[in-house]
């Protein structure tokens, strides 16, 4: 189960950057050749997040794809794996770009609890 590696390392960086700050969702750009699926890596964010300030938050993948484009033709495909071979013109001389990209996007904060005098007065 590599998603929990993967969920702990994202864990990691949201940490550094929400110091003490409660998060609500954490969005990240994941690489296809990574074979993170959504389901299972949110439940893995989950686990590693309990006691952190990410507990509860929410992660939403955006997955993108690997794209091979043909030194021939340069025709392009894209999709969840490397090419072996062109679409176009069938020759296997395909250079690959993406697909392993592991980037933190954004994180959302949760607003702060606030807590009124007159309240606990009252």
Same mark, same amino acid.
Request: with cysteine.
């Given at each position: 189960?590599?998603? /929990?590696?993967?969920?702990?390392? !994202?864990?990691?960086?949201?940490? =550094?950057?929400?110091?003490?700050?409660?998060?609500?969702?954490? =969005? /990240? =750009? !994941?690489?296809? +050749?990574?074979?993170? %699926?959504?389901?299972? $890596?949110?439940?893995?964010?989950? $686990?590693?997040?309990?006691?952190? /300030?990410?507990?509860?938050? %929410?992660?939403? +993948?955006?997955?993108?794809?690997? !794209?091979?484009?043909?030194?021939?033709?340069?025709?392009? /495909? %894209?999709?969840?794996?490397?090419? +072996?071979?062109?679409?176009?013109?069938?020759?296997?001389?395909?250079?690959?770009?993406?697909?392993?990209? +592991?980037?933190?996007? %954004?994180?959302?904060? =949760?607003?702060?609890?606030?807590?009124?005098?007159?309240?606990?007065?009252?």
């Amino acid at each position: 189960m590599h998603e /929990v590696g993967l969920a702990d390392g !994202i864990l990691d960086s949201v940490q =550094r950057r929400a110091g003490d700050r409660p998060v609500a969702r954490v =969005r /990240v =750009r !994941i690489g296809a +050749l990574h074979r993170a %699926s959504p389901g299972p $890596m949110e439940q893995a964010f989950e $686990m590693v997040a309990i006691g952190t /300030v990410a507990e509860g938050a %929410s992660l939403e +993948l955006v997955v993108l794809p690997v !794209i091979s484009t043909c030194r021939s033709c340069a025709g392009t /495909v %894209s999709g969840e794996e490397t090419a +072996l071979t062109c679409p176009r013109c069938g020759k296997g001389d395909l250079d690959h770009a993406g697909g392993d990209e +592991l980037i933190l996007e %954004s994180i959302e904060y =949760r607003a702060p609890a606030t807590t009124t005098a007159s309240a606990a007065a009252g």
